[in-house]
């Protein structure tokens, strides 16, 4: 082999070789990025989401809507403080839904979502307005935005018996979609008034389908 | 002569919908299911309209007039979520909200005069039929699916002045997106099932063509 190649050869080896031992190095000053990061984010949703304590709170049984399977969505009682003021107790009851599911597979909302704020208007309509990440960092698809709206839904009116719809604002802005499928431009109903009960219809079990459609609804 | 049959395949372009871990990208593969169920409309005769035939992204309005310029047509989306257990397939119509205060005048005003956005609000009962009926072709071809549709408000369907209804397969999330592929001949015989089951709206009497006094 002539000594310009074996030179060639040696230099290229030496090349390689440093940038192996670079890209190893710049491989674990990303991993470092990342924990640090994730641990900000931590940070973040700890002071966007803190714990809201009224002089009302009582503690009682709260019924949150998580996943129940694939599709739908059951309530599960959880005993927590809860105030006397609308406003704070739908707050209340929407943090621990974004916050505190019993497993991973039960979240319906992003673990990033923040709850930014939320007002009563006086014909019952709750304005939840939502952190980006509830649309960002949703499950793409029809089941998973249905099933995210339905536990939103579902535990506001069962825990907020005075509301009558919900409006869901992402980022203090109404936009066409939660993320490409559910339409958030109109409102969704909370409560419906009763129907006269159907003879011979047998009771329904309290869980609801990924959007909504309760097994029994009028509560 | 049957209904056209307006399919839609959802997203594309720079919208590619649901993202598998595998690779499958929902635009393609609800392209893919499209153009098998327009293959096996058509043997049955059926006209058939896709809102898209390669990557492009129309609008939600441009999808819709699409279904509208038709006098007697059905729309139907395609999609493919990220979750749910991997073939089954489920079936939406979409749901209003009540109004908090009902009012007889606005309703006679919605009939009269309905808007662009609120296009589908007439529809709503027809739509439920053609949802149940294309359910019930689904659970037979994809096991585990659930028995009847179910009202959510999904976007595309809002400004659709036909019996309108969304498709979505579970699941682009598999890790062999050939397997996705499969799906699509089942996907195909339950769509043109459904829709020859499906008996469109009788247009009302009021509203038929008329023919002129004294035609023979």
Do not use: C
Not at chain 1, 42 to 54: C, N, Y
Not at chain 1, 169 to 186: F, K, R, S, W, Y
Not at chain 2, 27 to 41: H, P
Not at chain 2, 161 to 167: D, F, M, N, S, V
């Amino acid at each position: 082999m002539p000594r310009n190649l074996r030179i060639a050869f040696g230099i290229l080896g030496v090349a390689v070789l440093v940038g192996l031992i670079s890209l190893r190095g710049l491989h674990r000053r990303i991993e470092h990025l990342g924990d640090i990061q994730s641990s900000d984010e931590q940070l973040r949703r700890d002071l966007l989401a803190p714990q809201i304590s009224t002089s009302t709170d009582v503690k009682v049984k709260a019924a949150i809507f998580w996943a129940a399977g694939p599709d739908r969505t059951a309530p599960v009682e959880i005993e927590m403080a809860l105030s006397a003021d609308p406003v704070q107790r739908a707050k209340q009851v929407l943090l621990e839904l974004i916050k505190d599911p019993p497993t991973p597979e039960q979240r319906t909302l992003p673990a990033n979502t923040a709850l930014a704020s939320l007002y009563i208007l006086p014909d019952g309509t709750a304005i939840a307005d939502f952190s980006d990440a509830l649309s960002s960092e949703m499950p793409s698809g029809i089941l998973s935005e249905g099933m995210a709206v339905d536990s939103i839904a579902r535990t506001l009116e069962s825990n907020v018996n005075t509301l009558r719809r919900l409006k869901i604002l992402i980022h203090g802005q109404e936009v066409e979609t939660l993320a490409g499928h559910l339409d958030l431009t109109g409102f969704f109903d909370l409560n419906p008034p009763a129907l006269p009960p159907v003879a011979g219809a047998p009771p329904a079990a309290q869980t609801t389908t990924a959007t909504g459609s309760s097994a029994n609804p009028r509560r | 002569m049957g209904p056209v049959v307006v399919l839609d395949p959802a997203h594309g372009g720079t919208d590619t919908g649901a993202r598998g871990a595998g690779g499958a990208v929902e635009k393609d593969v609800v392209l893919a299911f499209a153009r098998t169920a327009r293959g096996e409309l058509e043997r049955q005769g059926l006209r058939v309209v896709m809102t898209r035939t390669d990557d492009s992204n129309p609008s939600y309005d441009d999808r819709a007039a699409m279904a509208n310029a038709y006098r007697n047509a059905i729309f139907i989306t395609l999609h493919a979520s990220s979750t749910g257990t991997f073939s089954t397939a489920r079936v939406y119509y979409y749901r209003f909200p009540n109004p908090l205060t009902p009012s007889p005048a606005a309703s006679s005003t919605i009939s009269a005069l309905t808007t662009w956005e609120d296009a589908q609000r007439s529809y709503v009962d027809p739509s439920h039929r053609l949802a149940d009926a294309m359910q019930v072709q689904l659970a037979q071809h994809f096991a585990g699916s659930p028995a009847l549709s179910t009202p959510v408000a999904v976007r595309e369907l809002r400004s659709v002045a036909e019996p309108a209804i969304a498709i979505e397969i579970s699941s682009v999330s598999v890790s062999d997106p050939n397997s996705l592929a499969q799906l699509a001949a089942p996907l195909a015989v339950s769509i043109a099932r459904g829709v020859a089951v499906f008996q469109p709206p009788v247009i009302s009497p009021a509203k038929a063509p008329v023919p002129a006094s004294g035609a023979k």
